[in-house]
C-alpha cells in the first residue's frame, strides 16, 4: 500500500515516533490517509488495532503487501486494471504473472512499471499464481492479495478483503461475490460456483460461500502453507482445501464482481467443474 503520508490523528509521540522510523511523513491535506490511536484509515477502510503494538503490525502488513496478478491474453483489460491498482499499491509490489500471452498483455503490463514474470508457455491459472505468491515470498510480502486480470474486481474490495488478515484476525479472507452484490453474475455462474462450492466443502470440510472467487488475501504463513500444485481452475478449491489442512483461519467478505461481455466468457464452466472435482480427488489420494 502507498503510504508516503499521513493526517495525525492523534499527538501520541510514540505514533509520531513509528512514522518516523518507517519514513512516514506527517502532512494536512484532509484527502491523505489518516492515522490515529490504534488504527489507520485508507481511502474509507479502517485498519484498526486495540494497542500500539497491534497498530505496529498492521502499518508493517500495509507497506509489505504484494499484488499477484494472472494474465493470459488480458491485452484488453490490463492496462486498466492496473491503472486502478497503482492508485493504491506501489508499483514494486505489483507482480503481473504473464502466462504465455499471445497478445500485447506483457508488454502493456511492462509499460506500467510494474514486476512482470512470463512463462514461455501457458501452464493456467494455479500455475500463475504458484509463480507469484512464491516470488511475492521470496520479496518479503507479509500480505499477499490475489487479483484478476480481466476487469471483474473492484480495487475498494481488495483493500476489504485484506483488513481482516491485515488485523490479524484471519490467515485467508475470500472476497465473496455470492455474499455480496450478484446483480451482475450471469445465472448460469451462480449455479456453476455453488455446485464447485459444494465440491470443495466435500474435500476441505469447510464450506466457502464463493470458492473460485479470484480476490484473496493471504497471510505470509498461510501463504507459505498452502503449496500449489495444480495449474489450471482447480487452484481456487484447492487453496480452501490446503488452507483448512493447514489450519488457516479463513473469512469471506461480501464484494461485488463487474460482468461485462469480456469478462462472462471468462472463468469455469461445467467441463472445469468436473476437471476441479477429478483434480481434487487424485489430489486427496495422492497424499
Request: proline share 2%.
Amino acid at each position: 500500500m502507498i503510504l508516503r503520508e499521513v493526517q495525525l490523528l492523534s499527538e501520541d509521540p510514540e505514533i509520531i515516533n513509528l512514522l518516523k522510523r518507517l519514513g512516514i511523513k506527517i502532512g494536512k491535506d484532509e484527502d491523505l490517509p489518516k492515522i490515529g490511536k490504534y488504527f489507520i484509515e485508507f481511502q474509507g477502510i479502517r485498519y484498526e488495532g486495540n494497542s500500539f503494538r497491534e497498530l505496529e503490525n498492521i502499518l508493517s502488513n500495509l507497506l509489505s503487501t504484494y499484488v499477484v496478478v494472472p494474465a493470459y491474453n488480458e491485452e484488453k483489460t490490463i492496462g486498466k486494471v492496473l491503472d486502478e491498482l497503482l492508485t493504491v499499491f506501489p508499483r514494486e509490489r505489483i507482480i503481473v504473472v504473464n502466462d504465455g500471452s499471445e497478445d500485447r498483455t506483457e508488454e502493456i503490463a511492462k509499460s506500467k512499471g510494474v514486476r512482470v514474470l512470463t512463462h514461455v508457455i501457458n501452464r493456467g491459472l494455479g500455475g500463475a499464481l504458484g509463480t507469484g505468491i512464491e516470488y511475492a515470498i521470496k520479496k518479503g510480502a507479509k500480505i499477499i492479495v490475489t487479483f484478476d486480470a480481466d476487469g471483474q474486481h473492484l480495487v475498494e474490495d481488495a483493500l476489504k478483503v485484506m483488513k481482516p488478515v491485515v488485523e490479524g484476525k484471519a490467515e485467508l479472507a475470500i472476497g465473496s461475490r455470492l455474499k455480496g452484490d450478484i446483480s451482475q453474475m450471469p445465472l448460469v455462474k451462480k449455479i456453476g460456483n455453488i455446485g464447485l462450492d459444494i465440491i470443495t466443502a466435500i474435500f476441505s470440510g469447510k464450506y466457502v460461500s464463493d470458492t473460485q472467487s479470484g480476490l484473496r488475501a493471504f497471510s505470509r504463513r498461510c501463504a507459505e502453507k498452502v503449496k500449489i500444485t495444480c495449474d489450471r481452475y482447480a487452484v481456487s478449491s484447492e487453496i480452501i482445501v490446503k488452507a483448512t489442512k493447514n489450519k488457516c483461519r479463513i473469512v469471506e467478505v461480501p464484494i461485488k464482481a463487474i460482468y461485462t461481455e469480456y469478462s462472462k466468457k471468462k472463468g469455469t464452466n461445467i467441463l472445469e467443474g468436473i476437471k476441479i472435482a477429478f483434480n481434487l480427488f487424485i489430489d486427496i489420494f495422492r497424499k
